[in-house]
């Protein structure tokens, strides 16, 4: 007859095992890796190397370094983390398409809600509408007025389907009711370029990384999409869609840190610690808020909300995207 207290004493050495690791984690020998699954130079990218620095700080001056995993709608760099080694050297972060890619994807091949662990979430960034610099439109009403003249002519970028450009995007062709053709880019940072060179018309990006571009006058901006204006001297004469006459408009990104499910309990605890201390660093706050983002300080910097924050995430766009009948695969 097998032993009862076999699986109990498996179960003790288990745990013993992961202990003796996270006293040692994180092993000054060896960085940690954020991995971001959209190209360097983007929103995601900033966000990503503005914790990494925070969190660095927060772990003693712990290397982390950033890779960009982009491809896919950022299904790439996600996969590959939900498969990698549950050390706590190789992390994901991510913004909303964690919650979106489940649906815009069929074969999604991870799952959101059970190949990682939530370490927590760290900012919320507004989206702005821009256009390329030789558009002849300055405002939302000309701009909307120039789309209906022009329709089928029209083009807009995004980081493919599911990513937060992609969302905002499709949402103000359905809520204008008119169909664009969408171009996607590895992330918004080589779509910028082109929409810069006048290469494609539209874009919907997060206001870190287009305030500096519509400050130096290099894209045209037509409007936030947050419920109430912005306060960045760059972005606080821009109407919110909802003032533009856009019904019901309003998209906020979210940024959060994951870990490889598996990823042992007291490591998990010294990483939510170091961005828990990372949230309140005021260079960090500092920072995001230069870019019109918001630092997250509540429930939602901790495991538990952070998961069933992202949930409740995926259950709102469902039906969004089920509804425009969009897929990626
Ligand atoms: C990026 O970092 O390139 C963007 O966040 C991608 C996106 O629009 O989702």
Redesign the pocket.
């Known amino acids: 007859m097998r032993s009862p207290l076999l699986p109990v004493s498996f179960a003790c050495a288990l745990l013993l095992s992961a202990n003796v690791f996270a006293q040692d984690y994180p092993s000054s020998s060896k960085p940690i890796t954020f991995v971001l699954p ?2 360097a130079g ?4 900033k966000a990503a190397r503005d914790l990494a620095q925070a969190m660095s700080k927060a772990m003693g001056g712990h290397s982390i370094v950033i890779d960009n995993s982009a491809g896919a709608s ?1 299904s790439i760099g996600a996969n590959k983390v939900a498969k990698a080694s549950a050390d706590g050297y190789t992390l994901l972060f991510t ?1 909303i ?1 964690q919650a979106t890619l489940p649906t815009f994807f069929r074969n999604l091949p991870y799952n959101v809600e059970k190949d990682f662990e939530y370490i927590g979430l760290v900012s919320e960034n507004p989206m702005n509408l821009i256009g390329r610099p030789s558009l002849p439109a300055n405002n939302m009403v000309e701009l909307v007025s120039w789309i209906n003249a022009n329709k089928g002519k029209i083009n807009i970028a ?2 493919g389907p599911g ?4 969302l905002c995007g499709m949402l103000f062709q359905s809520t204008i009711k008119v169909d664009m053709t969408s171009v996607p880019y590895k ?3 080589p779509a910028m370029t082109d929409l810069i060179g006048g290469q494609v018309d539209l874009m919907c ?2 206001t870190t990384t287009t305030i500096p571009q519509i400050e130096g006058k290099k894209v045209k901006s037509f409007a936030v999409t947050t419920p109430t204006r912005l306060s960045s001297p760059v972005l606080k004469d821009n109407p919110t869609m909802q003032e533009a006459g856009l019904k019901d408009f309003s998209v906020t ?1 979210w940024q959060g840190l994951y870990a490889p499910r598996g990823t042992p309990a007291p490591v998990l605890k010294k990483l939510n610690d170091a961005l828990k201390v990372a949230v309140k660093d005021p260079d960090f706050i500092r920072k995001q808020d230069a870019g019109g983002a918001t630092v997250i300080n509540d429930a939602r910097n901790d495991p538990a909300g952070h998961k069933a924050f992202v949930m409740a995430e995926i259950a709102k766009w469902a039906p969004v995207i089920r509804a425009a009948g969009v897929y990626a695969d």
């Open positions: 959209y190209a983007g929103p995601t990218d950022g913004h398409a995004n980081a990513s937060a450009s992609h992330g918004t940072a990006d997060q990104i």
